[in-house]
């Protein structure tokens, strides 16, 4: 097999051997006749029908981690599935997770379902915090369809944890609940504690890296995305927030698309009698912001589908050929998005 070996120096000569405890330089120095032993890693192991076995660590809100043995080209769904199924994740819960990319400490970034993890796993090895960049994290912006969840102990232990975390951090803002949230996690009553940060400023909410933005000649914007609205927060070319704010309700969007060539994230909205305006955020995360976009998109719909079915008793408008349907049979934490 071909292999990327450490160039010997030009006065020894090397003869690569495979002994049992895995490759091995068998280094001779031409000048002290010495022959000396270099153990290097082990090579990913054949197997897969003939595609290389990798390991991938994975985080865990509780910073817990597990270790998956999947194929070296294992696409994202493929991962996520085989961590679901090494937790004892049931397909509704996993609906509700998804696999992440932890791009700094305040933010995460939600792998596509057609990545490749190992790649990425490797690119981000020697950066990554703490010894990995993949975490499983919450995908879900309704608090309504969270709470639902309460009966499932391993979501209801990742939704505490992460939310204990956003206020650690201060992406979730507790205010004057600051102190009974304090008792309420020494005293480990996750459900109660859910209860009240839930309604938090900052909960369920993703914010974006600043970036820059068509409808901004000077600075940046921070960009929000909740259940509630869309936000682009201004703010100086480095970041500093400034005090225009701008709210976009979501029954005020018309249309969503990607520039793969200009790396940006479009939308269209339309306010009252005034013609629909097109705006573009050039953010390297565009493609997550468009995931983001058609969740939140397919959760209103799930909200929608319950007040249908609460005031029409006999379900005649219910279709059971969703696409955002929430319960899929393999777990891929894509849920419809």
Not at 102 to 124: I, T
Not at 203 to 225: L, M, Q, W
Not at 267 to 278: D, L, M, N, V
């Amino acid at each position: 097999r071909r292999a990327e070996w450490p160039t010997p120096a030009p006065n020894v000569y090397c003869l690569l051997t495979r002994w049992a405890e895995g490759p091995i330089y068998r280094v001779v120095s031409l000048k002290l006749k010495i022959p000396l032993r270099l153990h290097l890693p082990l090579l990913p192991r054949q197997n897969f029908n003939g595609v290389s076995a990798v390991e991938l660590r994975i985080a865990f809100p509780d910073q817990t981690t597990v270790t998956v043995k999947v194929k070296k080209n294992a696409t994202t769904d493929q991962v996520y599935q085989a961590v679901a199924s090494q937790i004892g994740m049931d397909s509704i819960t996993a609906n509700y997770f998804a696999l992440f990319e932890v791009v700094n400490h305040s933010f995460m970034r939600k792998l596509a379902p057609n990545e490749f993890p190992h790649k990425l796993y490797v690119q981000n090895y020697t950066s990554a915090a703490p010894g990995t960049c993949l975490t499983v994290r919450k995908w879900l912006f309704t608090t309504e369809e969270e709470a639902l969840l309460n009966n499932s102990p391993l979501a209801l232990t990742y939704f505490f944890h992460q939310a204990a975390g956003g206020v650690k951090l201060g992406s979730i803002k507790p205010n004057e609940k600051t102190n009974q949230l304090q008792r309420m996690a020494e005293q480990r009553k996750m459900a109660t504690y859910l209860d009240v940060a839930r309604d938090c400023e900052g909960y369920n909410e993703i914010v974006f890296p600043h970036c820059a933005c068509d409808s901004r000649r000077k600075g940046h914007v921070v960009a929000t995305i909740s259940i509630r609205h869309f936000k682009l927060l201004a703010c100086t070319d480095n970041g500093d927030l400034e005090d225009q704010v701008i709210s976009f309700e979501w029954d005020e969007m018309r249309r969503w698309d990607t520039d793969e060539e200009g790396m940006a994230f479009c939308f269209e909205y339309a306010r009252g009698e005034k013609k629909p305006r097109w705006v573009k955020i050039f953010t390297p995360y565009f493609n997550y912001m468009h995931e983001c976009f058609e969740r939140v998109f397919c959760e209103l719909r799930w909200q929608q589908e319950v007040e249908e079915e609460a005031t029409d008793k006999d379900n005649k408008n219910c279709n059971g050929d969703n696409i955002c349907s929430k319960v899929i049979g393999v777990p891929g934490g894509r849920g419809g998005g």
